[in-house]
């Protein structure tokens, strides 16, 4: 009972970093209906740009977390600026291309400036972790669940709450009344892909510390960031947020119980058991973002 | 009274619901062996949806199809071609990327014979096929008139050409019925009368057929009957004349409260 | 004349065993070949139907295993009690079983996955790759893991005391020329008939399709199994070269190889596959020769990709066409000009 409590716990942990890297795909998916292979990257980025800012520069740590995340916004502006601008309109398919051919130069960049050790973070939390009974978890952990949870709620602020979030939901509904409205269709595609970006830059800042950064961490990143998308459905963020805890908590339990080596083929199960079974996703009733 | 002809195309107290939406709430008509049949309606009041749900791409909530005796309820729209009954679209009603010719060809697919066998290694069956339905398609190309265009994308034609092609297209699944969606609609006075002497000159070869239209003097010249549709239900059949003075009619398409001339 | 120079091409091709002795060429001639006919076989799917299908190389993977185990024989445990094996069988056979594979397996695929289209296809295709090769990864007893199945046979053929292997480069390039003509031929006729306009109908606008008579499912599953078992053909190949395989082989990035080959040829063109493989079957033997990182290497492949799809949206092929039939026009105008001024014609 005690190891199943530990699993649950290890999985709420993790589910606020999947929860993270969900909603900035699902935000990316449903607004610009662009097939984002670099969201991986981008959290790579954001573990890359903590371990430069802390190991190399020696900047405090919460403040790196801040310039990580910022640093994840303007990379996401900058490519869909560059790249993406040029293909509004384009078909699926290009803009997909567009895209794999981004990954890799990002990818190939972070291996070829930091080869592919494996790095680590040190971080200010106490070594020992925090126990009360039979469980424990490292103060690190907790840290990084607390942050991610602020994160979410931010997030849900914007979205909800501002302007610009009102325009992006708007542009997700009906994007030819949204542009007859005045919303600015390109400036909303630049902010929709720029915080998406930073928060998949954030949850690799967050659990850079955590595990190791290597160039290939934003792959499976990447893969588990779509089985969210996927589970939740496109563009609604509760179901993101939702499907972030569910598939740590399926991850975690699938691992415990059944077998490790399989963990990671956990999400893609999921993916395809559910596109098979109800295409539009667990939760998606109508698709609306918020 | 003169021998009516069989029913060719029988629609049942057919409703379709989207959610609250009723698009339609009860549709019921039937159509006879080598009419034209004009469905008309003020906008919205349901028509395309109709043809949706006739030729398959949409399913009702209730009521049923008949095609002959066959019923069409839960059939693909493919099965529903496979028995005749075959449709144009009001927009994208080609395949803008291919010529004419690939457009006509691609349209015999009902017509074709040959296996995947017989492709890959290329048998006479194969052969005589594929020559079958080019000449197939060249035959259609000069019904409708379109042959001097055959090497043309068919997305640089012009845009009464193109409806044409929508209807090669049709015509080459060998329809015994053929459902119009909007044809005219964006053509010009001299194109709609070449198009009417095409839908005469195939209701001639036996065809039967049911035209969606808002060009009202197109519908009363070449249509034998009317079915008015308005908010989701009929209101009126009848011949041309009778549903030009038909009352209800005239208000539905006025609206309430006008005061009649 | 047009007709015959891809046959001249195709001669000059199964004459290079003849002259060509640096063996190292011949092996990049080898790899290419295998890719190009792995790439035929994507366009397909992707470049004829117009199926965003990212998992290709499970096809490919599956056939190269698949010939391997057969060809090597294998003992499994499926419960405690209950062992599946297979004696070691003849080569020829291993590669039959592996397109057979490859194609059912295409054919599952097909018709489970196209219950969802656009994006979310796109995802389940990359996924199911993903879940095959962890299972390749972690189904040890089988696949022996990372430790990879070595020691794979290569192919001999022969009856009644004469035999031919194809153990070394110059005969296994020929089988792969052949194979790989056979695949073009295969999709030459496949795309001009029937069943190619049924699948190309589906890529340009479904719903027209539908209504004139195609059935969807139908001819996607059969695209996909075709597709599928030319992948898989592919992968024989190349288990019965390199004669070495692991769960590597279904790393995505081989995907995007296929793609990028596909794409920057032209997809839905004949051509395309063949000059996008060997543009990039090339492209990094000519940058080993600048001793050029490997990083560097995709990096360049990346930029090419994307400066392919911004200026030459159609790929290479469609726009040399492009080109030419500019210049035919040219001509022809420039013939009708004269012809109309009266002047005495060249």
């Known amino acids: 009972m005690g190891e199943l409590v530990q699993h649950l716990l290890n999985a709420t942990v993790l589910g606020g970093t999947y929860a993270l890297l969900g909603i900035g795909l699902t935000l990316i998916f449903g607004i610009m209906r662009v097939v984002n292979f670099t969201h991986g990257e981008l959290y790579a980025f954001g573990a890359y740009c903590m371990y430069a800012l802390v190991m190399m520069m020696g900047v405090n740590f919460y403040v790196a977390l801040v310039l990580a995340t910022l640093m994840g916004v303007a990379l996401g502006a900058a490519v869909e600026v560059l790249l993406l601008s040029r293909l509004r309109g384009a078909d699926i398919d290009t803009t997909m291309l567009v895209m794999i051919g981004a990954w890799i130069v990002l990818q190939n960049t972070e291996q070829l400036v930091w080869s592919g050790v494996a790095l680590s973070i040190h971080n200010p939390f106490p070594a020992e972790p925090f126990v009360f009974g039979p469980l424990s978890v490292s103060w690190n952990r907790v840290f990084v669940f607390l942050a991610a949870i602020a994160l979410i709620a931010s997030t849900y602020y914007i979205i909800n709450k501002t302007k610009l979030g009102k325009a992006m939901r708007a542009t997700f509904q009906d994007r030819n009344t949204a542009a007859l409205m005045g919303v600015r269709i390109g400036r909303i595609h630049t902010a929709t892909f720029a915080l998406g970006s930073g928060l998949a830059a954030s949850a690799g800042a967050l659990l850079g510390p955590v595990f190791v950064v290597a160039p290939t961490m934003g792959d499976m990143a990447a893969a588990k960031a779509f089985a969210i998308v996927i589970l939740g459905g496109l563009g609604n963020i509760t179901g993101a947020t939702l499907g972030g805890f569910i598939l740590a908590f399926v991850e975690e339990l699938g691992a415990g119980y059944i077998s490790s080596g399989y963990r990671d083929a956990m999400g893609f199960l999921l993916i395809i058991i559910i596109l098979l079974v109800k295409p539009t996703g667990l939760f998606a009733q109508k698709e609306r973002i918020g | ?261 | 004349m047009k007709r015959y120079w891809p046959w001249a091409l195709v001669v000059l091709l199964a004459s290079v065993p003849l002259w060509l002795t640096d063996f190292y060429l011949l092996h990049i001639l080898i790899t290419t070949g295998i890719f190009m006919i792995a790439a035929m076989s994507l366009n397909l799917l992707l470049g004829y139907t117009g199926q965003l299908s990212l998992g290709h190389v499970a096809f490919f993977g599956i056939g190269a295993y698949t010939s391997a185990l057969v060809a090597l024989g294998f003992e499994v445990h499926i419960l405690p009690e209950y062992t599946i094996s297979l004696a070691p069988k003849p080569v020829w056979f291993a590669m039959l079983m592996g397109v057979v594979v490859a194609g059912l397996t295409g054919y599952a695929i097909g018709k489970l996955s196209f219950r969802v289209r656009g994006a979310y296809f796109v995802i389940v295709s990359i996924s199911f790759a993903e879940v095959v090769r962890l299972v390749a990864v972690n189904w040890v007893e089988l696949t022996q893991g990372p430790m990879a199945l070595n020691n794979i046979p290569a192919l001999t053929l022969g009856a009644a005391g004469w035999e031919v292997s194809f153990l070394r480069k110059p005969a296994f390039y020929s089988l792969v020329l052949v194979v790989g003509v056979i695949c073009y031929i295969v999709i030459a006729r496949l795309v001009d008939s029937r069943a190619g306009r049924a699948m190309i109908a589906l890529r340009e606008n479904e719903s027209l399709a539908m209504s004139v008579g195609i059935d969807v499912t139908r001819y996607l599953v059969l695209a996909t199994v075709v597709s599928a078992a030319m992948a898989g053909m592919a992968g024989s190949l190349y288990t019965h070269y390199i004669r070495i395989v692991d769960p590597d082989i279904f790393l995505f990035v081989y995907t995007v190889t296929m793609v990028i080959m596909v794409v920057t040829g032209g997809k839905g063109t004949l051509a395309g596959p063949v000059v996008g493989g060997a543009l990039f079957g090339a492209i990094p033997e000519v940058l080993r020769a600048f001793a050029i990182a490997p990083e560097v290497q995709w990096m360049i492949y990346g930029i090419l990709m994307i400066l392919v799809v911004y200026f030459l949206p159609r790929g290479i092929i469609p726009a040399v066409e492009d080109y030419l039939a500019g210049r035919k026009k040219r001509t022809q105008a420039t013939k009708n000009a004269l012809a109309d001024s009266g002047a005495p014609r060249p």
């Open chain 2, 1 to 261: 009274m003169s021998q009516q002809s069989e029913v060719v195309l029988s629609i049942d107290r057919v409703a379709v619901h989207f959610g609250g939406l009723i698009a339609i709430s009860d549709m019921t008509f039937s159509v006879r062996k080598g009419e034209i049949v004009g469905l008309i309606g003020p906008n919205g009041a349901g028509k395309t949806t109709a043809f949706n749900v006739v030729t398959g791409f949409l399913k009702p909530t209730s009521g049923e199809v008949r095609y002959r005796t066959t019923s069409l309820n839960g059939l693909k729209p493919h099965e529903i071609a496979n028995l005749g009954l075959l449709r144009t679209f009001q927009r994208t009603s080609v395949f803008t990327e291919r010529d004419v010719f690939q457009n006509v060809l691609t349209a015999l697919h009902l017509q074709g014979r040959a296996k995947l066998w017989d492709t890959l290694l290329r048998t006479p069956r194969e052969v005589s096929s594929e020559s079958e339905m080019a000449d197939q398609a060249r035959e259609i190309l000069r019904f409708v008139g379109l042959e001097t265009r055959a090497d043309e994308r068919a997305g640089t034609l012009p845009y009464g050409e193109q409806r044409l092609l929508g209807v090669a297209l049709a015509l080459a699944g060998k329809p015994t019925m053929l459902l119009l969606d909007e044809p005219v609609s964006g053509m010009n006075p001299s194109e709609t009368a070449r198009f009417v002497q095409l839908v005469k000159k195939i209701r001639d070869t036996g065809v039967t057929i049911l035209l969606v239209e808002h060009d009202m003097p197109m519908v009363m010249g070449v249509c034998d009957r009317i079915v008015v549709l308005n908010y989701g239900k009929i209101i009126a059949e009848g011949t041309p004349a009778e549903i030009q003075n038909n009352r209800e009619v005239i208000s539905a398409y006025l609206g309430e409260g006008k005061k009649r001339a």
